[in-house]
């Protein structure tokens, strides 16, 4: 399985923008796609997942009410709106296919991940 990340890109605060993660494959049904962020400097970390065949959601705090994860089962995509872009929102954001029944916030449990798109907020 293959993730292709694209959407990223320079905005100014309190934009928005929508990052797509496509999965070559539709073998990831069973699973949860997450996005994780890395900031230059930084580890890495979660930011939200939904799964794939019951779309349910997740989000970390810091993201909560302004970022929103959603799928197009036909396009074999996930999509994640982010709203009230923040500077500190600034990072490479990745996405990734979690183990099966694995929809959480560990990096370690997501394998197949895309080679990330630079979101850049400035202030």
């Known amino acids: 399985v293959q993730l292709q990340a694209s959407g990223g890109g320079l905005v100014q605060a309190e934009d928005s923008l929508r990052l797509s993660c496509t999965a070559s494959s539709r073998a990831v049904s069973n699973n949860a796609i997450g996005w994780f962020r890395q900031a230059p400097g930084k580890e890495r970390e979660f930011v939200s997942s939904?799964?794939?065949?019951?779309?349910?959601?997740t989000y970390a705090d810091s993201v909560k009410g302004r970022f929103t994860i959603s799928r197009d089962v036909a396009k074999n995509t996930i999509y994640l709106q982010m709203n009230s872009l923040k500077p500190e929102d600034t990072a490479v954001y990745y996405c990734a296919v979690g183990l099966p029944s694995y929809a959480g916030a560990d990096s370690a449990r997501y394998r197949y991940w895309g080679q990330g798109t630079l979101v850049t907020v400035s202030s």
């Open positions: 939904i799964s794939w065949r019951g779309g349910s959601t």
